[in-house]
């Protein structure tokens, strides 16, 4: 199995890229914030609670996140080449988790690319993005800043944590969607080889 990870601040176009890359390599897409927003539309438990946490710019909690990436895990399609993360994990303990239920599925995570974009083309990404999709938590700019700032403290620090592992990449974010696919796409052929 290809289980990657997407890595990056808000608005630094994990979204976009994981959608491409899942379609070159046949992967599964899970996206705890797609999936945190169908909760809201469906007006779930779960949903309800989230909405508060995105809305404000704050990082929803771990139980909430795990266990959705949990059913996930156990519900999806076994013919799929590998599974690319997208906005999981975002924080240690997310991290931890996805690591202990991919330890007991044999199949761990392989790399994790990130993308690397400066602060104020993140604000303008996410200013640009809410207008186009109506995203409540991309519209207001200091939620956007808070967002970053969020990231810094609680998102960050997982580069030390694959890097400990040896799983971390590096990749400018700052290119055209296509230049950047292609040098995502260049880094995770060095890995098929070893799948
Ligand atoms: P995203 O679509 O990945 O930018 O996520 C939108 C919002 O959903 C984030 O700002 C958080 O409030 C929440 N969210 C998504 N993924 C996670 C996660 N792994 N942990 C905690 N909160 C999350």
Redesign the pocket.
């Known amino acids: 199995m290809l289980n990657l990870i997407l890595f990056g601040p808000?608005g630094s176009g994990?979204?976009t890229q994981a959608v491409n890359l899942k379609e070159r390599f046949h992967l599964l897409h899970l996206?705890?914030?797609?999936l945190?927003?169908s909760e809201i539309k469906q007006e779930t438990k779960l949903g309800l609670e989230?909405k508060h946490?995105?809305d404000a710019?704050?990082?929803?909690?771990?139980a909430?996140?795990i266990g959705m990436i949990k059913d996930k895990l156990d519900q999806h399609d076994k013919d799929v080449k590998g599974i690319i993360f997208?906005?999981?994990?975002?924080?240690v303990p997310?991290a931890e988790a996805l690591d202990k239920l991919l330890e007991e599925k044999k199949c761990p995570i392989k790399k994790v690319l990130a993308l690397k974009v400066n602060d104020e083309e993140l604000v303008r990404r996410m200013l640009t993005r809410g207008i186009i999709s109506g995203r409540s938590?991309d519209a207001d700019e200091n939620i956007s800043r808070g967002?970053i700032t969020?990231y810094n403290h609680k998102t960050a620090p997982l580069a030390d944590y694959y890097k400990a592992q040896h799983k971390f990449v590096e990749v400018d974010g700052e290119g055209s969607i296509e230049s950047i696919f292609e040098l995502l796409s260049k880094e995770i052929e060095k890995n098929k080889v070893a799948v």
């Open positions: 808000p994990k979204g996206s705890t914030g797609d945190l927003r989230a946490y995105i710019g704050k990082l929803v909690p771990d909430v996140v997208d906005g999981f994990p975002r924080t997310q938590d967002r969020e």
